[in-house]
């Protein structure tokens, strides 16, 4: 539970510049870092005019996210696929590898995600002063009019604000509420075990008879009921014969398959979502900076806003 409520653990120190802390971060995405470069390598070998195998695979893989790009950039943004694939990717890799249970997912540090936002937004404000100079960057502030100018520098630092925290926070809540089911569920485990394990496993013993005796009825009058109670008095009546015979002593039972099924929805799917929702965010941002050549001529063009 410390692992997600309590924060990144601080392994060490650098004695460096007032100390630079070594998190459960840092490890994480440096060995998210590490497993990218070596899949780039490994799927970059041997590659053959007439694909066959891993190598359709990627180029499959390749040709959606350039397909993707293409599609929200625009066909003269293409060379952005690269930078769009490592962001992707680092996101997914870099929440899935929370699921070994000993590291925590490098998204659900508000410090990892929000780096990924002001770069993109770093790369914006490059595009804009490339495009208008730096003069036509800053009167981009005062447009429409002057007053609005607190507004729209309100705007250009919420940018990378909002991509980061709509990230940061759907991994790391998830990650949280996963935790508290879990501990709930161990505690209600142990509740439940003691009370079945009581003098000795009597009880259990009572509840294992009381399912044999259902069954043996449900095989004369073939009732769904008689057989679905036969089922919960026979689980129940062997867990808690085993509690008493103290096997299962200090057992989670409750806490087996419902944070899994959370994690699937949590650790999985919200995962891929916030991964291509960051992902289209960047490229419908970066995009806003680069239109198209024969706009960047004409006169009306002035600095994008998100």
Request: glycine share 10%.
């Amino acid at each position: 539970m410390d692992l997600q409520v309590n924060g990144a653990f601080i392994y060490f120190e650098i004695p460096i510049f007032g100390g630079i802390p070594i998190t459960q971060t840092t490890v994480s995405f440096f060995l998210v870092t590490v497993l990218l470069c070596w899949a780039s390598i490994y799927l970059g070998k041997g590659l053959k005019k007439r694909p066959d195998g891993k190598q359709v695979l990627v180029e499959k893989g390749v040709m959606m996210l350039r397909n993707m790009v293409v599609e929200t950039m625009g066909e003269h943004n293409v060379h952005w696929t690269p930078f769009i694939g490592t962001i992707f990717l680092s996101s997914i890799c870099g929440t899935l590898i929370g699921l070994t249970g000993f590291l925590r997912s490098a998204t659900a540090d508000l410090s990892c995600v929000a780096v990924w936002a002001v770069m993109v937004s770093v790369i914006i404000w490059y595009n804009n002063i490339k495009h208008n100079g730096f003069v036509g960057w800053l009167k981009g502030f005062t447009e429409p009019i002057v007053v609005m100018t607190p507004m729209n520098i309100v705007s250009e630092i919420a940018q990378p604000l909002s991509m980061a925290f709509r990230h940061f926070g759907n991994v790391a809540g998830g990650g949280v509420i996963t935790t508290i089911i879990y501990a709930a569920l161990s505690a209600a485990s142990a509740m439940v075990l003691n009370l079945l394990g009581a003098n000795g496993g009597l009880m259990g013993a009572a509840l294992l008879v009381a399912g044999i005796v259902l069954f043996v009825l449900y095989r004369k009058n073939k009732k769904k009921v008689s057989l679905v109670f036969a089922i919960l008095c026979g689980v129940l009546g062997l867990f808690g014969l085993l509690q008493g015979l103290g096997v299962l002593s200090g057992v989670p039972i409750l806490a087996y398959g419902i944070p899994a099924v959370l994690s699937c929805y949590f650790d999985l799917f919200s995962g891929f979502v916030q991964a291509y929702v960051f992902s289209l965010l960047t490229m419908v941002y970066i995009a806003g900076s680069l239109p198209e050549p024969e706009k960047l001529r004409q006169p009306e063009f002035v600095n994008s806003k998100s």
